[in-house]
């Protein structure tokens, strides 16, 4: 069997009906041709992945024991031994890919930039992570918890928080809940800004959090610009759309 190893944030799901639940999360299987499973471990997911599916399945494992193992489980299975912040998407397909997993919680924002950056091929994400990461990302704006990749994200995403899970659905169990959500891609193409400076922009006026825009950003507030009544509320205040007239605001 495999064992699971800390330094990989391994914590394997061992409640067969959450795991059937979280594969049968994904829904727009007619939008992609193919689904990237993050760190499927021992496979928990994996099964119900395989079973009856209109797509293939490519399993993106790091740790050699669980690689071994997937594939005297799942002869059929795909199996790339690599890791998934550097993994090239046309190594899996060519057209758009679907992401899922019980994502390791030490990578899992890292994670959610990765998928941020290949946006343009991510229809849907269904993902399990550490509780306050998943409600993070789901959040809406007026909370605490509203951040860079809530703003990132919900530019491109539609974000549903789906359920928690207890720790004892885990071996070893964690020292925290969990929580799935899932990301379904909106029509947005071009948020009608220039992206990096959007990021940018959300990036130092969240890095100083407590502080009104006008001294978060103060760098990159052009001089006839700095009464504007955006710049007088704090990062978690704004909306995506407000980024993005923020963004223009300052760039132009």
């Known amino acids: 069997m495999v064992k699971a190893k800390k330094h990989l944030g391994q914590h394997f799901l061992k409640d067969e009906n959450i795991s059937r639940k979280i594969a049968d999360s994904l829904r727009k299987t007619s939008l992609y041709d193919a689904v990237i499973e993050v760190g499927p ?3 928990a997911l994996t099964k119900y992945l395989l079973n009856g599916k209109d797509f293939e399945v490519v399993a ?13 489980k799942y002869p059929e299975l795909r199996v790339l031994e690599e890791s998934f912040l550097n993994l090239d998407f046309d190594k899996v397909s060519t057209g758009d890919i679907a992401v899922i997993g ?13 998928v941020y ?27 605490k918890k509203y951040g860079i990749l809530s703003v990132l994200l919900q ?13 004892n659905a885990f071996i070893p169990p964690p020292k925290v809940k969990s929580g799935v959500i899932r990301l379904t891609r909106n029509d947005i193409n071009k948020l009608g800004c220039d992206e990096k400076k959007f990021k940018q922009v959300v990036k130092m006026a969240f890095n100083q959090r407590r502080k ?15 009464d504007n009544s955006l710049l007088r509320k704090r990062p978690e205040q704004l909306s995506v759309d407000e980024f993005v007239v923020l963004t223009n605001l300052l760039f132009g």
């Open 60 to 72: 993106v494992e790091i740790d050699k024991e669980s690689v071994v193992y997937l594939h005297e």
């Open 41 to 43: 471990g021992t496979g």
């Open 102 to 114: 019980n994502f390791p919680y030490n990578i899992s924002t890292q994670i959610l930039f990765k």
């Open 117 to 143: 950056e290949e946006r343009h091929r991510v229809p849907e994400v269904v993902g399990m992570f550490q509780k306050e990461v998943a409600e993070r990302v789901a959040e809406k704006p007026g909370s």
């Open 212 to 226: 009104m825009l006008r001294s978060s950003l103060k760098a990159i507030i052009p001089k006839e610009k700095k």
């Open 155 to 167: 530019a491109f995403y539609d974000i549903e928080y789906l359920f928690t899970v207890h720790e």
